[in-house]
């Protein structure tokens, strides 16, 4: 667009001398500047998303590498009883979003009184039953 104080083919300060065949000025270099803006973001973003999925490929590479890490089934010992459910809680449980399956899980990984004890929860609501058992 013109400023009022211009004439046709005249340059205003902030865009460059542009002349369109039909003798009007054109605001083509600006677009194409916003055009290319705008497809740098697009390509940053993109970088960005490619470098957190190949972060993550990493990780995952690099924990597969690591030897299994196993649950040790609790017996009841009180001495051992946070660090097996430190444990189950780390591999097991925060793997699952089910607090059914946390709680088949706890049954699995726990034998003689304590089993005992997380059986009659497997018939309570699964939500209340696994933090009943826990």
């Known amino acids: 667009m013109l400023h009022p104080s211009m004439s046709v083919g005249q340059?205003?300060?902030?865009q460059p001398n542009v002349i369109s065949a039909s003798g009007l000025r054109s605001n083509r270099p600006q677009r194409k500047y916003e055009e290319n803006k705008q497809v740098e973001v697009?390509?940053?973003?993109?970088m960005r998303e490619e470098k957190k999925l190949m972060d993550t490929l990493i990780s995952y590479n690099l924990?597969?590498?690591m030897p299994k890490a196993e649950v040790q089934i609790f017996n009841g010992d009180?001495?051992?009883y946070r660090s097996f459910i430190r444990?189950?809680?780390s591999i097991t449980s925060s793997r699952l979003t089910d607090e059914e399956e946390n709680l088949f899980y706890?049954?699995?990984?726990?034998s003689g009184q304590p089993r005992e004890i997380v059986q009659p929860c497997l018939h309570i609501a699964p939500g209340t039953g696994y933090q009943e058992a826990r």
């Open 78 to 80: 009180v001495i051992q």
């Open 87 to 89: 444990s189950f809680e």
């Open 11 to 14: 340059a205003s300060p902030s």
């Open 42 to 46: 697009a390509e940053g973003c993109k």
């Open 63 to 65: 924990k597969s590498l």
């Open 106 to 110: 706890l049954e699995q990984y726990s």
